[in-house]
């Protein structure tokens, strides 16, 4: 098993510019969540999905999008990239869908710079 | 809001002492979870304890919840065992987030 894996892991946009970070995992895990790290802080929820068709908001959602049209894939859009958006992203995942209770996997992450 | 506070912040060892790292949080949960993330930058879980403690190898993690208080500990340490130490905790009242410590930048050194 590959476990979650995150593309790409470097990446370099303008301002205004739009990306999506790709996230998978071949777990069959239920749960999905994306999660961004910086410089003196904890890691904070962006997005996180439970299954198929369903999403909801974290923390810190403004400026980012996802779907979850399979299992499998849980893809974060950023619609038009601003220099706060700079960060490390992680993606993560676990077999149920109440994360309190369940063992979290996370992605390799991916580096983010807007300038 | 659930807020997560680590202690100590930094914490430099040498080789083969006992190491304690503290999470307290404010708000009554139903599970803690013990992350370790490596120089390179990978997040693993080591431990999800929701009463008094669990063991594995050289690692114990233990928690008091009417104290809203947990502990990891690190008996022998080794230098492969410098990472930066993350706490979570499920999020004021709801299972299915989590929110993270700032997390113990842990250097053991030879």
């Known amino acids: 098993n590959a476990g979650v894996t995150q593309t790409p892991k470097f990446q370099v946009l303008k301002t205004g510019q739009s990306m999506t970070l790709q996230c998978a995992q071949d777990m069959n895990h239920e749960y999905m969540s994306w999660y961004r790290q910086d410089p003196g802080m904890g890691l904070r929820l962006i997005h996180y999905?439970?299954?198929?068709?369903?999403?909801d908001q974290g923390e810190v959602p403004n400026g980012y999008n996802v779907s979850r049209s399979t299992t499998e894939d849980f893809p974060l859009r950023l619609l038009s990239a601003a220099p706060s958006q700079t960060s490390v992203y992680f993606c993560a995942s676990s077999s149920q869908g109440l994360a309190a209770y369940n063992e979290q996997f996370f992605g390799p992450g991916t580096r983010l710079t807007v300038l | 809001k659930n807020e997560v506070e680590q202690s100590p912040q930094n914490l430099t060892a040498q080789e083969g002492e006992f190491i304690t790292i503290n999470c307290s949080y404010s708000v009554g949960i139903s599970a803690l979870h013990w992350l370790q993330q490596h120089p390179g930058g990978g997040i693993v879980s080591l431990f999800m304890?929701?009463?008094g403690k669990k063991k594995h190898g050289r690692l114990i993690a233990t928690i008091n919840i009417q104290e809203k208080h947990s502990s990891l500990h690190i008996t022998a340490s080794h230098p492969r065992d410098s990472a930066v130490y993350i706490c979570a905790v499920n999020s004021g009242g709801s299972n299915y987030k989590l929110t993270f410590g700032k997390g113990t930048l842990l250097t053991v050194n030879p």
């Open positions: 304890l929701s009463s």
């Open positions: 999905s439970v299954g198929a068709g369903i999403t």
